[in-house]
C-alpha cells in the first residue's frame, strides 16, 4: 500500500521559512515522480515542485522559483520542500504526491499539510 505523510506545516510571517518533509513507503522510492502540489482556500489544486521519475528534471512553478527548493533523501524515502521568503499568497494545504510515470498527474496523494502565512 503507497502512503505518503507530510509534516512541516505551520505558521510563519512574511519573509519566514519552512521546510516541509514527505515520507513514502509502499513503492520503489527512487522510480516514482514525487513532488509538491497546494490548493489555497477557493482555488484549484496547483503543482508547485517535483521531480521526475528518472530523478533527473525538476520542475518549479512560476512561484517556487527563486525561493523553493525541492531535495530527496533516498536513504530515507523522504522529499523534502524548502520554503523561503514566505509570503501571505503562498498560504494554502500543501500535499505531497507520486506517480510511476510523472509529475502531471499523480496517482497517490497525502493528506495534506497546512502552511499559513501572515503579515
Known amino acids: 500500500e503507497v502512503q505518503l505523510v507530510e509534516s512541516g506545516g505551520g505558521s510563519v510571517q512574511v519573509g519566514g521559512s519552512l521546510r516541509l518533509s514527505c515520507t513514502a513507503s509502499g513503492f520503489i522510492f527512487e522510480d516514482y515522480a514525487i513532488g509538491w502540489f497546494r490548493q489555497a482556500p477557493g482555488k484549484e489544486r496547483e503543482a508547485v515542485s517535483c521531480i521526475d521519475e528518472r530523478g533527473t528534471r525538476i520542475y518549479n512553478s512560476a512561484s517556487a522559483r527563486g525561493r523553493f527548493a525541492i531535495s530527496t533523501d533516498n536513504a530515507k524515502n523522504t522529499v523534502y520542500l524548502q520554503m523561503n521568503s514566505l509570503r501571505p499568497d503562498d498560504t494554502a494545504v500543501y500535499y505531497c504526491?507520486?506517480?510511476?510515470?510523472?509529475?502531471?498527474?499523480?496517482?497517490?496523494w497525502g493528506q495534506g499539510t497546512q502552511v499559513a502565512v501572515s503579515s
Open positions: 504526491a507520486a506517480d510511476p510515470y510523472s509529475c502531471s498527474s499523480p496517482d497517490y
